[in-house]
């Protein structure tokens, strides 16, 4: 997500006037304006005050992160940023806010750290409420042909190497997946199947329910049940609660593993899974991710085809299970499985309110 990032060049909206903010007490400035302040981290943002009178706001923007952030405002006609922060610096918005519910936001990569949970709300005047976090969901079934992805070199190293200096104390481990590891043009046709609904419940509740069934390539039968999320972070891999619908990640935008290509998703989880390999359980503590996400992958030989995949197609359906920290390897290549169905779906459901 030398260190490079996302460029993001501020938008028509920005040359709009007026929108939001916050701070513990209402202080004023010397200009007679409210002063306010948000703090802007991974993958959070922090307001000083939720609620506010209106009026002149001027609105302090820290960067408490490690990478570069914006803060967006927008609602009720206005929409407003600042410019790219780097980590470490701040800046600062001028508002006139009238009464009613604003959107507060990260704008960076194509709205990807708004998808990746910096976002929340401000109510402005007497009566305004803020908004409660929609559930989404979305019924998955894998198909076309399924392939088992085997250890093997990932084939855009040059591409990969500017990005490795941001994962600090990571970049060993990468570097030697990068010569020997899960996301190679090392692939077996397989046969399996693989169907799941998932619920994106906002920062908590989220849940899943699915089952995957495949013979790999040296004919063992696996069978996963999904019934849990996985919600823990660690530094660059947030697990967004467990579900997250929408999301622009991987390659080049340094959040979770550069050795997958750029790409987006329309549903992505992490879920904690019951592996079984020839009828006898494996794990009841198998770690799963699970993507439909944009085609990175050609026709015939099924290689990698692209470092930026991220305005492909969404219709592959990507099935990782690793053993949980101090658990053995599995019985396979590598002691991991690696799974794609290269035709996919992905249906909303409706969701009664």
Known sequence: MTRRYLCVLPSAASLVVGAVLFVPHLQLSRHGAAELHATLSEWKIELSRQRLTGGPVVITVENAGSIPHQLEIEGNGIEQRTELIQPGSSGTLRLNLTPGSYEVYCPVGNDSHKKLGMETHLSVGAGSSTEEPKTHAMRVAGGGTVIQILPGPFPFADSLGPVLPAFGEERTTLEAQAQSGPYSNNVAPIAGTFSLTAWDKGAARDSVNGIAEFTTKDAARWKLVLDRV????????PR???????????GITTVHTPLVPTINSAVALWSIGHLYRDGSLVSDNAQVHVMLLSRTRREGNFALSCWDCSKNKIDE?????????????FDAPGGFLFVNWERSSGRELAIQP
């Open 317 to 329: 359906l990507q099935l990782q299970v690793t053993p949980a920290k101090g658990e053995p390897p």
């Open 230 to 237: 996985q919600t823990k972070d660690v530094p660059h891999h």
């Open 240 to 250: 967004f609660g467990g579900v997250i619908m929408g999301l622009y990640y991987h």
